[in-house]
Protein backbone atom coordinates (compact mmCIF):
# COMPACT_ATOMS: atom_id res chain seq x y z
CA UNK A 1 0.00 0.00 0.00
CA UNK A 2 1.38 3.43 -0.90
CA UNK A 3 1.80 6.10 1.90
CA UNK A 4 -0.68 8.94 1.95
CA UNK A 5 1.88 12.06 1.19
CA UNK A 6 0.95 15.44 1.12
CA UNK A 7 3.36 18.55 0.00
CA UNK A 8 1.72 21.95 1.45
CA UNK A 9 2.97 24.97 -1.05
CA UNK A 10 2.51 25.01 -4.71
CA UNK A 11 5.65 26.58 -5.89
CA UNK A 12 8.87 25.51 -7.19
CA UNK A 13 9.79 22.84 -4.58
CA UNK A 14 6.33 21.40 -3.73
CA UNK A 15 5.58 21.53 -7.74
CA UNK A 16 9.08 19.86 -8.34
CA UNK A 17 8.41 17.03 -5.58
CA UNK A 18 5.07 16.27 -7.08
CA UNK A 19 5.79 16.15 -10.19
CA UNK A 20 9.10 13.92 -10.22
CA UNK A 21 6.54 11.45 -7.85
CA UNK A 22 4.11 11.54 -10.66
CA UNK A 23 6.75 10.55 -13.11
CA UNK A 24 6.86 7.50 -10.67
CA UNK A 25 3.31 7.20 -10.65
CA UNK A 26 3.07 7.92 -7.00
CA UNK A 27 0.23 9.77 -6.10
CA UNK A 28 0.51 12.84 -3.84
CA UNK A 29 -1.65 15.28 -2.59
CA UNK A 30 -0.47 18.77 -3.62
CA UNK A 31 -2.31 21.76 -1.02
CA UNK A 32 -2.39 25.26 -1.94
CA UNK A 33 -3.81 27.84 -0.18
CA UNK A 34 -4.13 30.34 -3.49
CA UNK A 35 -7.30 29.47 -4.85
CA UNK A 36 -5.76 29.34 -8.53
CA UNK A 37 -2.58 29.23 -10.66
CA UNK A 38 -2.95 32.82 -11.71
CA UNK A 39 -4.47 33.97 -8.68
CA UNK A 40 -1.58 36.28 -8.12
CA UNK A 41 1.40 37.56 -10.07
CA UNK A 42 3.65 34.63 -10.30
CA UNK A 43 7.14 36.81 -10.22
CA UNK A 44 10.33 37.94 -12.14
CA UNK A 45 12.54 35.86 -13.94
CA UNK A 46 14.69 32.95 -12.46
CA UNK A 47 17.99 31.53 -13.57
CA UNK A 48 18.10 27.71 -13.15
CA UNK A 49 21.51 26.36 -12.87
CA UNK A 50 23.15 23.57 -14.73
CA UNK A 51 23.72 21.56 -11.34
CA UNK A 52 20.59 22.50 -9.25
CA UNK A 53 17.11 23.53 -11.03
CA UNK A 54 17.80 22.37 -14.10
CA UNK A 55 18.81 19.11 -12.50
CA UNK A 56 15.65 18.65 -10.90
CA UNK A 57 13.95 19.19 -14.00
CA UNK A 58 16.35 16.71 -15.84
CA UNK A 59 14.74 14.52 -12.83
CA UNK A 60 10.80 15.22 -13.91
CA UNK A 61 11.67 14.65 -17.56
CA UNK A 62 10.81 18.31 -18.27
CA UNK A 63 14.74 19.60 -19.64
CA UNK A 64 14.00 19.85 -23.18
CA UNK A 65 10.84 21.46 -22.51
CA UNK A 66 13.17 24.12 -20.57
CA UNK A 67 15.29 24.24 -23.06
CA UNK A 68 12.99 25.46 -25.62
CA UNK A 69 11.21 27.98 -22.91
CA UNK A 70 14.04 29.70 -21.34
CA UNK A 71 16.51 32.32 -22.68
CA UNK A 72 20.33 31.54 -22.57
CA UNK A 73 20.38 35.31 -23.99
CA UNK A 74 19.25 36.30 -20.65
CA UNK A 75 22.29 35.44 -18.76
CA UNK A 76 24.25 38.95 -19.88
CA UNK A 77 24.72 40.87 -17.15
CA UNK A 78 25.81 44.79 -17.59
CA UNK A 79 26.96 46.47 -14.41
CA UNK A 80 27.39 50.64 -14.57
CA UNK A 81 28.75 53.31 -12.58
CA UNK A 82 26.39 55.53 -10.80
CA UNK A 83 27.34 58.17 -13.48
CA UNK A 84 26.19 55.79 -16.26
CA UNK A 85 29.51 54.47 -17.14
CA UNK A 86 29.52 50.88 -17.83
CA UNK A 87 32.01 48.83 -16.04
CA UNK A 88 31.79 45.68 -17.33
CA UNK A 89 28.89 44.12 -19.88
CA UNK A 90 29.59 40.41 -19.96
CA UNK A 91 28.08 38.34 -22.63
CA UNK A 92 26.96 34.50 -22.85
CA UNK A 93 28.21 32.47 -25.67
CA UNK A 94 25.53 31.56 -27.90
CA UNK A 95 26.19 27.93 -26.66
CA UNK A 96 26.50 28.73 -22.68
CA UNK A 97 23.14 27.02 -20.97
CA UNK A 98 24.94 27.05 -17.14
CA UNK A 99 21.91 29.60 -15.45
CA UNK A 100 19.83 30.38 -18.22
CA UNK A 101 16.43 32.08 -17.43
CA UNK A 102 12.77 31.51 -17.74
CA UNK A 103 9.60 33.46 -15.84
CA UNK A 104 8.39 31.91 -13.26
CA UNK A 105 4.93 31.78 -14.56
CA UNK A 106 5.94 29.45 -17.27
CA UNK A 107 8.15 27.75 -15.10
CA UNK A 108 4.96 26.97 -12.85
CA UNK A 109 3.36 25.97 -16.02
CA UNK A 110 5.72 23.53 -16.79
CA UNK A 111 5.73 21.94 -14.05
CA UNK A 112 2.15 21.85 -13.07
CA UNK A 113 1.35 19.73 -16.21
CA UNK A 114 -1.07 17.09 -15.69
CA UNK A 115 -0.27 17.13 -11.67
CA UNK A 116 -4.52 17.41 -9.67
CA UNK A 117 -3.55 20.80 -7.31
CA UNK A 118 -5.88 21.40 -4.74
CA UNK A 119 -6.38 25.25 -4.83
CA UNK A 120 -7.50 27.01 -2.14
CA UNK A 121 -6.71 24.22 0.28
CA UNK A 122 -4.93 26.57 2.95
CA UNK A 123 -3.45 24.63 5.73
CA UNK A 124 -3.27 26.66 9.07
CA UNK A 125 -1.20 23.74 11.25
CA UNK A 126 0.38 20.57 11.26
CA UNK A 127 -0.03 17.71 14.21
CA UNK A 128 2.50 15.01 14.48
CA UNK A 129 2.99 11.94 16.35
CA UNK A 130 -0.81 11.21 15.75
CA UNK A 131 -2.26 7.27 15.89
CA UNK A 132 -3.57 7.31 12.21
CA UNK A 133 -0.63 9.79 10.99
CA UNK A 134 0.22 13.77 10.80
CA UNK A 135 -3.30 15.73 11.26
CA UNK A 136 -3.09 18.54 9.16
CA UNK A 137 -5.90 21.45 9.71
CA UNK A 138 -7.33 23.46 7.11
CA UNK A 139 -8.31 27.12 6.98
CA UNK A 140 -12.00 26.26 6.13
CA UNK A 141 -11.85 24.07 9.62
CA UNK A 142 -11.33 20.49 8.20
CA UNK A 143 -8.56 18.11 9.36
CA UNK A 144 -6.88 15.39 7.22
CA UNK A 145 -4.31 12.75 8.12
CA UNK A 146 -1.64 11.57 6.14
CA UNK A 147 1.67 9.41 6.43
CA UNK A 148 4.18 12.50 5.30
CA UNK A 149 3.53 15.75 5.03
CA UNK A 150 6.16 18.39 3.16
CA UNK A 151 6.47 21.56 4.28
CA UNK A 152 6.77 23.48 1.00
CA UNK A 153 5.27 27.25 1.81
CA UNK A 154 7.69 29.36 1.45
CA UNK A 155 9.21 32.02 4.23
CA UNK A 156 6.62 32.22 6.92
CA UNK A 157 5.70 28.29 6.51
CA UNK A 158 2.97 27.17 8.73
CA UNK A 159 4.28 23.46 8.62
CA UNK A 160 7.65 24.85 9.85
CA UNK A 161 6.75 25.45 13.80
CA UNK A 162 6.12 21.15 13.74
CA UNK A 163 10.26 20.95 13.96
CA UNK A 164 11.87 24.30 14.64
CA UNK A 165 10.66 27.50 16.09
CA UNK A 166 12.97 29.10 14.63
CA UNK A 167 11.48 32.23 12.59
CA UNK A 168 12.72 34.52 9.96
CA UNK A 169 14.61 37.65 10.95
CA UNK A 170 15.32 40.90 8.96
CA UNK A 171 18.63 41.35 7.04
CA UNK A 172 18.88 45.11 7.57
CA UNK A 173 18.58 45.51 3.30
CA UNK A 174 15.04 45.76 1.84
CA UNK A 175 14.04 45.89 -1.76
CA UNK A 176 11.44 47.87 -3.71
CA UNK A 177 10.26 46.28 -6.86
CA UNK A 178 8.77 48.15 -10.23
CA UNK A 179 8.05 46.80 -13.64
CA UNK A 180 8.23 48.01 -17.18
CA UNK A 181 5.93 47.13 -19.82
CA UNK A 182 6.83 46.61 -23.30
CA UNK A 183 10.27 48.26 -22.99
CA UNK A 184 11.52 47.31 -26.63
CA UNK A 185 8.36 49.87 -27.85
CA UNK A 186 7.47 52.12 -24.85
CA UNK A 187 11.07 52.72 -23.44
CA UNK A 188 13.65 52.15 -26.18
CA UNK A 189 16.54 53.79 -24.62
CA UNK A 190 15.76 51.78 -21.96
CA UNK A 191 15.92 48.79 -23.29
CA UNK A 192 19.32 48.80 -24.78
CA UNK A 193 20.46 49.80 -21.44
CA UNK A 194 19.05 46.53 -20.18
CA UNK A 195 20.65 44.62 -22.87
CA UNK A 196 19.38 40.99 -22.89
CA UNK A 197 19.54 40.03 -19.27
CA UNK A 198 20.14 42.47 -16.72
CA UNK A 199 21.86 46.05 -15.92
CA UNK A 200 22.81 46.68 -12.26
CA UNK A 201 24.13 49.91 -10.19
CA UNK A 202 26.19 49.43 -7.26
CA UNK A 203 26.25 52.57 -5.15
CA UNK A 204 26.81 53.25 -0.90
CA UNK A 205 24.87 50.84 0.57
CA UNK A 206 22.33 50.62 -2.42
CA UNK A 207 21.46 49.27 -5.84
CA UNK A 208 19.39 49.33 -8.85
CA UNK A 209 19.06 46.41 -10.61
CA UNK A 210 16.62 45.67 -14.20
CA UNK A 211 16.22 42.52 -15.62
CA UNK A 212 14.61 41.67 -18.43
CA UNK A 213 12.03 38.57 -18.52
CA UNK A 214 10.08 37.56 -21.90
CA UNK A 215 7.80 39.69 -23.89
CA UNK A 216 8.81 42.79 -22.89
CA UNK A 217 8.68 42.58 -19.54
CA UNK A 218 11.19 44.44 -17.17
CA UNK A 219 11.58 43.46 -13.16
CA UNK A 220 13.32 46.55 -11.42
CA UNK A 221 14.78 46.31 -8.23
CA UNK A 222 15.68 49.16 -5.77
CA UNK A 223 17.69 47.33 -2.97
CA UNK A 224 19.10 49.49 0.09
CA UNK A 225 19.60 49.06 3.50
CA UNK A 226 17.01 51.10 6.34
CA UNK A 227 15.84 49.73 9.65
CA UNK A 228 12.01 47.26 8.59
CA UNK A 229 10.18 50.83 9.47
CA UNK A 230 11.68 53.13 7.44
CA UNK A 231 8.47 53.94 5.19
CA UNK A 232 6.18 54.91 8.26
CA UNK A 233 5.75 58.20 7.06
CA UNK A 234 5.49 57.31 3.66
CA UNK A 235 2.04 55.50 2.01
CA UNK A 236 3.25 52.46 0.06
CA UNK A 237 -0.18 52.44 -1.94
CA UNK A 238 0.90 55.48 -2.93
CA UNK A 239 2.90 55.17 -6.25
CA UNK A 240 4.38 58.46 -6.47
CA UNK A 241 4.87 59.09 -3.08
CA UNK A 242 7.04 55.71 -3.16
CA UNK A 243 8.77 56.94 -6.38
CA UNK A 244 9.32 60.52 -5.41
CA UNK A 245 11.30 58.91 -2.28
CA UNK A 246 13.20 56.23 -4.16
CA UNK A 247 14.20 59.05 -6.48
CA UNK A 248 15.34 61.32 -3.54
CA UNK A 249 17.20 58.30 -2.03
CA UNK A 250 19.05 57.57 -5.41
CA UNK A 251 19.50 61.66 -5.86
CA UNK A 252 22.83 62.11 -7.45
CA UNK A 253 22.62 58.93 -10.14
CA UNK A 254 22.86 59.01 -13.70
CA UNK A 255 19.31 60.36 -15.49
CA UNK A 256 19.35 57.49 -17.56
CA UNK A 257 19.49 55.02 -14.45
CA UNK A 258 16.68 56.77 -12.41
CA UNK A 259 14.68 56.76 -15.98
CA UNK A 260 13.74 53.04 -14.71
CA UNK A 261 12.43 53.77 -11.74
CA UNK A 262 10.44 57.37 -13.23
CA UNK A 263 8.71 54.44 -15.69
CA UNK A 264 7.89 52.33 -13.09
CA UNK A 265 3.97 51.01 -12.59
CA UNK A 266 3.59 50.33 -9.22
CA UNK A 267 5.77 49.47 -6.05
CA UNK A 268 5.65 46.93 -4.35
CA UNK A 269 7.85 46.42 -1.06
CA UNK A 270 9.90 43.27 -0.08
CA UNK A 271 11.91 43.42 3.29
CA UNK A 272 14.81 40.71 3.17
CA UNK A 273 14.39 37.93 5.70
CA UNK A 274 16.39 35.06 6.12
CA UNK A 275 16.98 31.62 8.66
CA UNK A 276 20.10 31.28 10.44
CA UNK A 277 22.81 29.82 8.23
CA UNK A 278 23.07 26.92 9.53
CA UNK A 279 19.27 26.27 10.20
CA UNK A 280 18.69 21.96 11.04
CA UNK A 281 16.00 20.39 13.93
CA UNK A 282 15.75 17.62 15.46
CA UNK A 283 14.08 14.86 13.00
CA UNK A 284 9.95 14.68 13.51
CA UNK A 285 8.78 11.57 12.13
CA UNK A 286 6.42 12.49 9.34
CA UNK A 287 6.89 16.16 8.78
CA UNK A 288 10.11 17.65 6.65
CA UNK A 289 10.36 21.16 4.82
CA UNK A 290 12.00 21.91 1.45
CA UNK A 291 13.11 25.24 0.00
CA UNK A 292 12.15 28.52 1.91
CA UNK A 293 10.37 26.71 4.88
CA UNK A 294 14.10 25.03 5.48
CA UNK A 295 16.76 27.67 4.72
CA UNK A 296 15.32 31.11 3.82
CA UNK A 297 18.08 32.95 2.64
CA UNK A 298 18.98 35.90 0.42
CA UNK A 299 17.41 36.27 -3.00
CA UNK A 300 20.63 35.34 -4.85
CA UNK A 301 19.46 32.78 -7.46
CA UNK A 302 20.05 30.09 -5.04
CA UNK A 303 17.13 29.83 -3.54
CA UNK A 304 14.73 28.42 -5.71
CA UNK A 305 17.42 26.44 -7.70
CA UNK A 306 17.84 24.46 -4.40
CA UNK A 307 14.60 24.08 -3.13
CA UNK A 308 13.56 22.55 -6.67
CA UNK A 309 16.41 19.92 -6.29
CA UNK A 310 15.55 18.90 -2.99
CA UNK A 311 11.94 18.39 -4.06
CA UNK A 312 13.14 15.83 -7.07
CA UNK A 313 15.92 14.34 -4.79
CA UNK A 314 13.34 13.56 -1.76
CA UNK A 315 9.97 11.97 -4.61
CA UNK A 316 12.90 10.31 -5.63
CA UNK A 317 14.44 8.40 -2.49
CA UNK A 318 10.51 7.70 -1.70
CA UNK A 319 9.83 6.73 -4.94
CA UNK A 320 12.63 4.44 -5.94
CA UNK A 321 14.83 4.48 -2.14
CA UNK A 322 16.11 0.97 -2.12
CA UNK A 323 14.16 -0.85 0.96
CA UNK A 324 14.29 2.21 2.93
CA UNK A 325 11.38 2.79 5.27
CA UNK A 326 9.48 6.00 4.21
CA UNK A 327 11.01 7.28 7.55
CA UNK A 328 14.46 6.65 6.81
CA UNK A 329 14.14 7.58 3.43
CA UNK A 330 13.19 11.21 4.81
CA UNK A 331 15.95 11.22 7.49
CA UNK A 332 18.68 10.69 4.54
CA UNK A 333 17.57 13.48 2.72
CA UNK A 334 17.21 16.38 5.72
CA UNK A 335 20.74 15.41 6.38
CA UNK A 336 21.88 15.66 2.66
CA UNK A 337 19.27 18.70 2.55
CA UNK A 338 21.33 20.50 5.62
CA UNK A 339 24.81 20.13 4.58
CA UNK A 340 24.17 21.39 1.32
CA UNK A 341 21.97 24.53 1.85
CA UNK A 342 24.16 25.78 4.81
CA UNK A 343 26.71 26.40 1.95
CA UNK A 344 24.90 28.40 -0.10
CA UNK A 345 23.25 30.21 2.83
CA UNK A 346 26.77 31.44 3.89
CA UNK A 347 27.21 32.06 -0.04
CA UNK A 348 24.17 34.08 0.04
CA UNK A 349 24.61 35.88 3.05
CA UNK A 350 28.11 36.83 2.46
CA UNK A 351 26.93 37.81 -1.23
CA UNK A 352 24.40 40.15 -0.01
CA UNK A 353 26.54 42.08 2.44
CA UNK A 354 28.78 42.27 -0.82
CA UNK A 355 26.38 43.56 -3.11
CA UNK A 356 24.86 46.52 -1.22
CA UNK A 357 27.77 47.57 0.97
CA UNK A 358 29.39 50.66 1.94
CA UNK A 359 32.41 50.09 -0.70
CA UNK A 360 30.49 49.48 -3.79
CA UNK A 361 33.91 47.98 -5.07
CA UNK A 362 33.12 45.19 -3.38
CA UNK A 363 29.82 44.23 -5.75
CA UNK A 364 32.01 44.74 -8.61
CA UNK A 365 35.12 42.69 -7.05
CA UNK A 366 32.09 39.51 -6.63
CA UNK A 367 30.32 39.70 -10.05
CA UNK A 368 34.49 39.10 -11.39
CA UNK A 369 34.63 36.47 -8.87
CA UNK A 370 31.91 35.13 -9.74
CA UNK A 371 31.68 35.47 -14.05
CA UNK A 372 35.23 36.26 -14.72
CA UNK A 373 35.95 37.99 -17.50
Same mark, same amino acid.
Given at each position: ?????????????????????????????????????????? $?????????????? *? @????????????????????????????????????????????????????? *?????? =??????? %?????? /????????????????? @??? =?? +???????????? &??? !???????????????????????????????? =????????????????????? =????????? @?? #? !???? *? +?? %?????????????????????????????? #?????????? #???? #?????????????????? $??? +? /???????????? &???????? &?????????????? +?????????? !?? $? *??????????????????????
Amino acid at each position: MRHRIAVVGGGPAGLAFARVMHRHDYPVAVLERDPAPDARPP $GGTLDLHERLGQLA *L @DKAGLLAELQALSRPEGQAMRILDTDGTVLRDWRPRPDDRANPEIDRGQLRDL *LLGPLD =VRWGQGV %TQVVPG /NRDGVLVQFADGRQETF @DLV =VG +ADGAWSRIRPAV &SSV !TPHYTGVTSVETSLDDVDTRHPDLARLIGDGS =VAVYGVNRSLVAQRNSGGHVK =VYAKFRAPL @DW #H !TDLD *L +AD %TEAVRSSLLALFDGWAAPVLELLSHGTAFV #HRPFYVLPVS #HTWA #HVPGVTLLGDAAHLMPPL $GAG +A /NLAMLEGAELAE &SIATGPGE &SLDEAVRAFEEQMW +ARAGRWAKIT !TD $G *LERLVSPDPAEALALFDQVQPS
